[in-house]
């Protein structure tokens, strides 16, 4: 069972800055893509960053420019740099791996990040 934590959010005002960290406990974490999704109050949750194994990266149109992904394969780590916050960037983010467009694994508690003045 792989388990996935969540860490690193919290309360920001607009424009503000934070950056996320999940911890994956999976073997051979580095052959794994790896992606970074949200979950707006009252609302389905959605993708916001995806990483390769090779390291590419791709966002929506939304945090495009904002958003930053990153992994540490040595740590089994995958990061997400966020800048220029705005309110609607308030969800509670989770990380997963993806395959063929599809969350791989059980999701994790999340953590909270809102963007508030």
């Known amino acids: 069972q792989v388990q996935l934590v969540e860490s690193g959010g919290g309360l920001v005002q607009p424009g503000g800055s934070l950056r996320l960290s999940c911890a994956v406990s999976a073997t051979r974490f580095s052959s794994y893509a790896m992606a970074w999704y949200r979950q707006p109050p009252g609302k389905q949750r959605e993708l916001v960053a995806v990483i390769t194994s090779g390291g590419s990266s791709s966002y929506p149109d939304s945090v495009k420019g904002r958003f930053t992904i990153s992994r540490d394969n040595a740590k089994n780590t995958v990061y997400l740099q966020m800048n220029s916050l705005k309110p609607e960037d308030t969800a509670v983010y989770y990380c997963?791996?993806?395959?063929?467009?599809?969350?791989?694994?059980?999701w994790g508690q999340g953590t909270q990040v809102t963007v508030s003045s």
């Open positions: 997963n791996a993806r395959s063929s467009g599809f969350a791989l694994w059980s």
